[in-house]
């Protein structure tokens, strides 16, 4: 069943639609059905695996918004007014220079590829890591006992699974800082192949987000980094599934009033022939995004490319539609990206560990020059 509406009807309207369904559909199917949206102003219901087979195996990018209750964000959502920031986020000035680059620099001399090579090694032998499967929930287990291995190097250090409406929770690590203040650096944990139930190693899309930003936690935890703002180190559940995870966090600290300085995310950092990182301007905070290109270039040494990446196109987007700062750069432009993703072939031979790398250094640059903001 796809039923293509107007965005007008679609928030005051969406409870009735699952019942205005053809008789024909059984009752078992309506409830599975899921809400989807490709644009700003087209939502459609679909199956579960039709979300894989015809969006997701076809690079086609969504967003679901089933469970999204809240009217600012199906607003936000629905393109219907600017994005407003919560007053806290709005009042942040990014800096225009860098003052911690010794400190980063220190930081930087610490990564080391070996344990992200035996990281994702791992997470690219669970069959798929697909959100809904039970390999998807053991991918999830390995993480999180991962992260708690790792964080044991600082008892400050709390390490916690955020549950959704399926079996695979989001994983946030949280380094208390002096203020309550968030800085927020986010990859997807899942992968997904051409059917549900298809293999996906999954190694570029996004197991390298992971493994860029698992290693960028283990230098701060193991050097008992002591931040001003709380840092969190997000790893997103079913962001595959239209950004799931995202949207659940998301949602979950608008409601609890969380102040939210800025959300880098991290996604896909190991696929790089045009060897320069870029930096998505839409569905970002712009702001945020100037910031992060003065980083990108002090910790890379390469003046980042920019480009657009469209509507649903990562967990930044979760961010921004909930009133966040977010900002998103990826190991190339989406046009000439990865043509491996979402099939058997992301495997691990194929990733460019030196773009790794290169998202790792300014990732551990963005943490800490981010945390005194
Ligand atoms: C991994 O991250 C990308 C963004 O880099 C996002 O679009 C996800 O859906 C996932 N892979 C892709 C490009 O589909
Ligand atoms: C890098 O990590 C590996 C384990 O993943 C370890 O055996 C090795 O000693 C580390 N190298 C350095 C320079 O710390
Ligand atoms: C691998 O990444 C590096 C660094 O970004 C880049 O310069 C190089 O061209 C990439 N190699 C391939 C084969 O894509």
Known sequence: MHLKLSLGALVATSSLLVSAAPAAESLTKDVNLRLIKTSESEATWISEEDK???YVAKNINFIDITDIKDPEVLANLNGESEV???????AVVYPTSLSHTAEANTAIAKINQTNQQGWLTTLTEFYTRYYRSATGTQSSTYLFNTITTIAAANPAIKVTKFTHSFNQPSIIARIPGTSTNLVIIGAHQDSVGSTSTGRSPGADDNGTGSVTILETFRILASSKFAPKNTL??????????????????FANYKSTAKTVLAMLNQDMTGYSPAGKPV????????????YLRLIVTQYTGITPLTSTCGYGCSDHASATSNGFPAAFVHEEIFATSNPKIHSASDTLASVNWS????????????AIEASYL
């Open 279 to 290: 930096v998505y301007t839409d569905y970002t905070n712009a702001a945020l995004t100037t």
């Open 232 to 249: 969190e180190f997000h790893w997103y559940a079913g962001e595959e599934g239209g950004l799931l995870g995202s949207a659940g966090i």
């Open 355 to 366: 773009a790794v790398l290169r998202h790792t250094k300014l990732t551990v640059g963005f």
């Open 52 to 54: 894989i087979t015809k």
């Open 84 to 90: 407003r920031l919560t007053a806290a986020a709005a």
